[in-house]
């Protein structure tokens, strides 16, 4: 995250500024993932030391009749795996099938024209 934070030239040198955000496992909650890729903004994850690009989610959203509060409950990751552009590009996390202490964490990446 602090690499890629700051201003930044792109190759036409028109200036960008990058904000990163980096969550452990631990604080990645439902709400703030689906409100990033709702605003378009780009999330990695690094899964088993590989970095992915997520670019959705599958979830359920539910009621708590006891809370009176809905929740949303995500169920698989959508990810593109960069190393490849052929079929093995696209790769699913499913919080049901894969271990959950392999991710290392998420990055949440934030660019703005300067």
């Not at 200036?15 to 980096?22: D, F, Q």
């Not at 990645?28 to 689906?34: A, M, N, V």
Request: proline share 3%.
């Amino acid at each position: 995250a602090t690499r890629l934070q700051g201003r930044h030239l792109l190759s036409d040198r028109r200036p960008i500024m990058v904000t990163a955000e980096y969550f452990e496992p631990a604080k990645i909650y439902s709400g703030g993932l689906i409100a990033t890729l709702r605003d378009k903004h780009a999330l990695l994850l690094e899964w088993d030391s590989h970095l992915y690009v997520c670019y959705g989610v599958t979830y359920d959203r539910y009621f708590d009749s006891d809370s009176g509060v809905e929740m949303d409950t995500i169920r698989k990751f959508l990810l593109w795996d960069t190393r490849y552009s052929d079929s093995r590009r696209e790769v699913v996390f499913n919080r049901e099938t894969d271990d959950w202490s392999k991710v290392q964490g998420m990055l949440r990446l934030t660019v703005a024209p300067q």
